[in-house]
Structures are given as structure tokens and as C-alpha cells.
């Protein structure tokens, strides 16, 4: 009989994969399902990137790097981080894995040892726990309420560090929120880890699509304290539409950099040749497609969060970035006859036929997470069944 190991018993199972495998199982029965659970751009890689893609294949690129990435995408990330941060890394201080999830993955197994502590502010993107156990730490919860905008406060962090506490997640703009920080509220964060001498993990992965003129801020950029402790994560997923080329980058302590790389060369050897010429076109070609994908999302935003606000029952607060609505459905989920969002959640899928994201997969139970990277027809669609879905169950 076969015995699996304690740490992955203690996984908790995805809702988003339970979801999005339900609502597949309905479309292939001819079930017109509208899918908002999407945490990928609807867009296309762009052109260019394909097409350097190609080349370096065309080329014979197709064999082994270095486990910590090609130099060339090093020198591309470090000028990327330049342009966009004012902040000068070393090559020896970027790792580039294969994606941002695996970067943090790695950066926790090289980080904790038994017992030892990471906040992470709730809601919060859910592999973040999971990976934290997975080095056998302890994930500790922060929540961030609707009323503090999903931001947590200085004298929250600081009454949550322990001696155990090795560092804080802070992930801005924020999936599944899209919230993001001020500098100011940075500093205050900034100056807490200052006091207490922990480590700042910066999820930045969503830092190009930032809307109604709001500011991308990296804790790192506050101070030379600020940028030694702070550990950035970030790829070319989102920004450039790369979900399933897999680059992800990790830029700080070069400590750090060395034990993470050689921990990657015993369990991926390297991230994907082609993709790494893929990404390097990225952050040295033409940025045309990025802003053009982020006014689409704005513009998507828009259009739809009125009328999502509209709902009887949702409460919601409008996002400054990312491509992700976290409205607070307990009350509709309670007026429309359920016990929990949850089973308002399957009811959408099977008699509205919306696939939506449970907050419970995020630490958020009462809410529920929508991706607006899809189509206008199929928001608006979408949002008008979700509304006569409520109205009709509406109990008075």
C-alpha cells in the first residue's frame, strides 16, 4: 500500500481547478458556460516575441542553459528593472525560473526551515500557503478588510511578527483584489520590517496593468534598508501575455540568488531554452502591446463594474489594477437561499451558467473573484445573467 508523505496531505485541493473542471465538464456537454475564472490575458503573445522565438530555434537555441537563466535574459531583466524601477541589480543577485510559482517555491525552500513563520495578508493568491507548508513553515494570516481596501495596516504586521517570522508576502497590485499600495503605506510596511528585521517578499507579477492613474510603487525602491531585505518577484506572464511560456525572475540578495539557483539545477535543470528567448525579446522589444492590452482592461473595467455594482447583494470595490473584480456576495449569496457563497458559487455554474471563483480559495469566504480578461460580449453577458439570477431568486 502506497503511503503518501505528510506534506502534500496537508495541501489544501484548489477551488479554482474544482471550477474550472466542473464548467469544462459542462461546455463539453454543449453547455453554454461563460467562464470569469481566468487568471491569463484573452491576447495573443505578441508578434515579436514569437517571432524571436522561432528564430532562436531556427538557430539551434535549443539546449541547456545555465540553471539560473541565460546571461542575456539576466542583462535584460537587470535594464528592465532599471528603466522601470530606478533599482541596479548584479547578475549574481537574479534568478530566472519557470515562472513566478516556481521562483516562490524555490525562494521557500530556501528560506524556512521547520517551524518558521510568513505573514501573508488575507485575501491572499492561493498558492502562497500552500507553498509556505510545502517548506514546512507556518503561513500567518493577516486580513485586510474591505473597509481597510484589502490593505493591511503597519500595527497589523507588527503585532503579527513572532521570533519566528521570517518575512511578509506583499503582493501589489494584488490578485485577487487589485488593490494596490501607495508608497506611503509601503514605507509604513517598509519600516515595520526595518524594526523587526524580517524579509519583504514583493509580488510585483502584475505591475503593468495599473488603471485610472494609479502608480505602480516596488517596496524595493524606498531605500538602500528597503531593497536589501525585499526579495522581487515578477516574469513575463501577465505584462507580455506569457502564461504558458513559464519565465519568472527573482531579484535580491545574492545569498539568496546562489542557494535558489542551485536548488533549480536539481529540479529543472533550466527554464525552457525557447522561452528565455521569448523573454528576452520581451523586456528588449517594442512595449507597444503591453500598453495596449492594459488600455483593454481599463477600458473592459469601465464598462462592466457599474453594472456589476448594480447587482442587488454585491458589494464591491473598485480595482486599481491587475484584471480581477472581489465582490462581497454574502449578502446576495444569504437573500437568494444559501448556506454559504460557496453553494452560490455551483448554483451560478449550473443554473446560470457563469463559472466564477469562490473567495474561499483566497481566505475571503464572502466574496467571490471574476476575471475581466475576456471579451466584452461575454462580461456583459455574463454580468446580466449573474443580475437575473439574483433578481429572480431574490427572497423578500
Avoid at 151 to 163: F, H, N, V
Avoid at 332 to 341: Q, R
Wanted: glycine share 6%.
Amino acid at each position: 500500500m502506497i503511503k503518501l508523505a505528510n506534506r502534500v496531505q496537508t495541501l489544501t485541493p484548489s477551488t479554482t481547478l474544482a471550477i474550472t473542471a466542473k464548467a469544462n465538464e459542462l461546455k463539453a456537454q454543449g453547455v453554454d458556460i461563460i467562464g470569469l475564472g481566468a487568471g491569463e490575458p484573452d491576447y495573443n503573445t505578441p508578434e515579436n516575441i514569437l517571432q524571436a522565438a522561432y528564430k532562436s530555434m531556427m538557430e539551434g537555441k535549443t539546449k541547456y542553459t545555465p540553471a539560473g537563466g541565460l546571461p542575456a535574459l539576466k542583462e535584460a531583466i537587470i535594464e528592465k528593472l532599471k528603466r522601470d524601477q530606478q533599482l541596479t541589480y548584479a547578475p549574481t543577485e537574479v534568478m530566472v525560473g519557470v515562472g513566478a510559482k516556481h521562483v516562490l517555491y524555490t525562494l521557500f525552500q530556501v528560506l524556512l526551515d521547520k517551524g518558521d513563520e510568513v505573514i501573508i495578508p488575507i485575501p491572499y493568491w492561493v498558492s502562497y500557503p500552500e507553498q509556505v507548508k510545502l517548506a514546512e513553515g507556518v503561513p500567518v494570516y493577516i486580513e485586510a478588510t474591505a473597509s481597510q481596501n484589502y490593505k493591511i495596516s503597519p500595527q497589523q504586521l507588527s503585532e503579527a511578527i513572532t521570533d519566528r517570522t521570517k518575512a511578509v508576502m506583499i503582493n501589489t497590485p494584488s490578485n485577487p483584489t487589485g488593490m494596490i499600495y501607495s508608497k506611503e503605506e509601503l514605507q509604513e510596511l517598509a519600516e515595520v520590517c526595518r524594526e523587526k528585521d524580517i524579509l519583504i517578499i514583493s509580488d510585483e507579477i502584475y505591475e503593468k496593468l495599473i488603471y485610472d492613474g494609479a502608480e505602480h510603487v516596488s517596496i524595493a525602491t524606498l531605500s538602500e534598508d528597503a531593497k536589501n531585505r525585499t526579495i522581487i518577484v515578477n516574469g513575463v506572464s501577465k505584462s507580455h501575455s506569457m502564461t504558458g511560456w513559464r519565465i519568472g525572475y527573482a531579484a535580491g540578495d545574492s545569498k539568496l540568488i546562489k542557494a535558489m539557483t542551485n536548488l533549480a539545477s536539481h529540479s529543472t535543470s533550466n527554464p525552457t531554452t525557447t522561452s528565455q528567448y521569448a523573454a528576452i525579446e520581451a523586456y528588449n522589444g517594442p512595449q507597444e502591446a503591453v500598453e495596449e492590452m492594459r488600455q483593454a482592461f481599463e477600458s473592459r473595467l469601465e464598462e462592466i463594474f457599474p453594472k456589476l455594482e448594480a447587482i442587488p447583494g454585491f458589494n464591491v470595490i473598485r480595482p486599481q489594477g491587475a484584471f480581477y473584480l472581489l465582490p462581497d456576495v454574502s449578502e446576495a449569496a444569504e437573500k437568494t437561499g444559501f448556506a454559504s457563497v460557496d453553494e452560490f458559487v455551483e448554483a451560478l455554474l449550473t443554473e446560470a451558467n457563469v463559472a466564477v471563483i469562490p473567495g474561499s480559495g483566497f481566505g475571503a469566504p464572502s466574496t467571490i473573484r471574476l476575471s475581466y480578461a475576456t471579451s466584452l460580449e461575454a462580461l456583459n453577458e455574463a454580468v446580466e445573467r449573474i443580475g437575473k439570477f439574483v433578481s429572480e431568486r431574490w427572497q423578500k
